[in-house]
């Protein structure tokens, strides 16, 4: 049986008790048509808003256990996404380290490997030129000399120099758990619902 159907059931078993005890407690008696017409409504009612106020009751329950669940779920991805800071952070500045230890290897100068930086970092030519406050041609004669140097061709080998080794062909759980990407959680369906 559903829900719905216990608290109609509940209201029908209050109006019968509510009507009994009514009638019970009369002292002279009272045919059925006076009592539906004069006494049944009002236990019809109280027994309809006991129901109700049982059902509502229910109902808010069901949704502090599921707040309280939502809100242990997003305390637990906030501690997750905070390790991942932590762990993205410690590996960036160790790269961060060892591209400054190349560039130094390749001998570009301090304009030059700010150049090369924020040329792995995705920035055209004119980005850098407005960072750098230079020009264009600045800018490309600067990878020009970057490419030379590094034996590289392109911008996009130098980005794979640094960063194809970084991106296993296919993660391995056994070698670091820690650096295995966990599926993104997926909406439950009854919570697209609830919110709709």
Known sequence: ????????????????????????GEDEPISPA??????????????????AASELAWRFRASQVE????AAALAASQIDGERWRSTARQHSEG???????????WRLTASESDVAMLLLKGLSHKEVASLRNAS???????AAVIYQKSGLASRAELAAFFLEDLFPSRPDPAASPAMVLKPAPQPRPELIQHMS
């Open 95 to 105: 790269l961060g380290q060892a591209i400054n230890a190349q560039f130094g290897d």
């Open 1 to 24: 049986m559903n829900r719905l159907a216990w608290h109609v059931l509940l209201a029908m078993f209050l109006f019968a008790m509510f009507s009994a005890v009514d009638l019970w």
């Open 34 to 51: 006076e009592f539906l017409t004069e006494d049944a409504w009002p236990w019809a009612l109280l027994s309809v808003a006991l129901a």
């Open 67 to 70: 707040r309280e669940g939502l």
């Open 136 to 142: 264009s041609a600045t800018v490309r004669q600067q």
